[in-house]
């Protein structure tokens, strides 16, 4: 069975510093991974995703993962957060050849300060 | 830019009684996902819909539970006699083809209330 997790609940930054948003999976075989966010009243926004090639992939508003096999991980990652950026993270996996369900984590809440 | 749309975006209903929730997918896209996440949980997947058929299904789609497209614009989940742990937000996704190279667009949900 596949599964993620997102070992914090909350990550605070400063605006201007970067940020990590941390995600590790469980899965048979290769992965696919993905990256959604969802703000206030809104559904789930698809921000980037993993399939094959290179192991940093960069998606929407400057964010980026990096993809790490030994360490099965994905984490998402920003240069320089901003307060717009405040929103609750999801990180997703999906089994090669596994059909299209997406097993999501428990999300993480981001909260960028001024 | 085209968005999943869903209808209402909060229900509340009593224990026993039959919920219908709408969902209208982005026009181009054949398959359709409803999912749902129990407060303070996990999002999890319910079922994928393609050709009028479900593609896949997960455990909690039990036989309380359909899906149905009436017309060539809405994506609906029916719930057939409610239960208090039914109370979720249900998202409903579509994606223009199967398989991850197709991203899921979601909606913004509707809450369920079951009192």
């Known amino acids: 069975a596949q599964s993620v997790a997102q070992p914090e609940d909350q990550v605070n930054v400063a605006e201007g510093n970067p940020l990590t948003v941390k995600c590790t999976y469980s899965v048979s075989g290769n992965p696919y991974l993905f990256w959604y966010v969802q703000y206030p009243n809104r559904g789930l926004q698809f921000l980037l995703k993993?399939?094959?090639?290179?192991?940093l992939v960069k998606g929407s508003y400057g964010f980026e993962a990096e993809f790490n096999k030994s360490q099965t991980s994905f984490h998402l990652k920003k240069p320089s957060a901003l307060v717009s950026d405040s929103a609750l993270y999801f990180c997703?996996?999906?089994?090669?050849?596994?059909?299209?369900?997406?097993?999501f984590g428990t999300g993480t809440q981001l909260k960028v300060e001024l | 830019e085209p968005e999943v749309t869903q209808t209402p975006s909060h229900q509340v209903t009593q224990m026993g009684q039959e919920v219908i929730l709408r969902c209208v997918p982005i026009s181009n896209h054949l398959y359709f996902y409803w999912y749902r996440q129990i407060l303070g949980q996990k999002v999890e997947f319910l079922v994928s819909?393609?050709?009028?058929?479900?593609?896949?299904k997960s455990e909690i789609f039990d036989d309380q539970f359909s899906v149905e497209r009436p017309d060539g614009s809405n994506f609906t989940l029916k719930i057939r006699s409610t239960k208090l742990e039914d109370s979720a937000m249900y998202f409903c996704?579509?994606?223009?083809?199967?398989?991850?190279?197709?991203?899921?667009?979601f909606g913004p949900g509707t809450r369920l209330t079951v009192t």
């Open positions: 993993y399939i094959t090639g290179d192991n």
């Open positions: 997703a996996v999906s089994p090669q050849g596994g059909g299209n369900k997406l097993t």
């Open positions: 996704a579509s994606s223009e083809l199967a398989g991850a190279y197709y991203e899921q667009y």
């Open positions: 819909f393609y050709n009028n058929e479900i593609s896949e």
